[in-house]
Nanobody
Framework: EVQLVESGGGLVQAGGSLRLSCAASGFTFDGKAIGWFRQAPGKERKGVSCISSSSSDGSTYYADSVKGRFTISSDNAKNTMYLQMNSLKPEDTAVYYC????????????WGKGTLVTVSS
């Protein structure tokens, strides 16, 4: 069974940090685009960060709103991706989803169920 399971969400004060993890089973990240998306209350889901290919030559995307604060990484041996989030702001409050597939945008085939991140002011 193909699964992506996020963990690491929670409540944090503004300025704090969280590290999200996403463990995959039933497939491998090798050669796939992997990334994080988020959906704030009442808003559409948007891309946060993505690696176009989990192989070493993949390019990395960050939304302008998180550049310099968030870092995406992966450990292909563990089939796990991460999102390190620093200097969190209340506007980062959202459900965060990990995904994997052929392309970062419009090509994700597998999705996790999400983990809630709440940043208090």
């Amino acid at each position: 069974e193909v699964q992506l399971v996020e963990s690491g969400g929670g409540l944090v004060q503004a300025g704090g940090s969280l590290r999200l993890s996403c463990a995959a089973s039933g497939f491998t990240f090798d050669g796939k685009a992997i990334g994080w998306f988020r959906q704030a209350p009442g808003k559409e889901r948007k891309g946060v960060s993505c690696i176009s290919s989990s192989s070493s030559d993949g390019s990395t995307y960050y939304a302008d709103s998180v550049k310099g604060r968030f870092t995406i990484s992966s450990d292909n041996a563990k089939n796990t991706m991460y999102l390190q989030m620093n200097s969190l702001k209340p506007e980062d409050t959202a459900v965060y989803y990990c995904a994997a597939g052929r392309f970062c945008f419009g090509g994700m085939e597998y999705w996790g169920k999400g983990t809630l991140v709440t940043v208090s002011s």
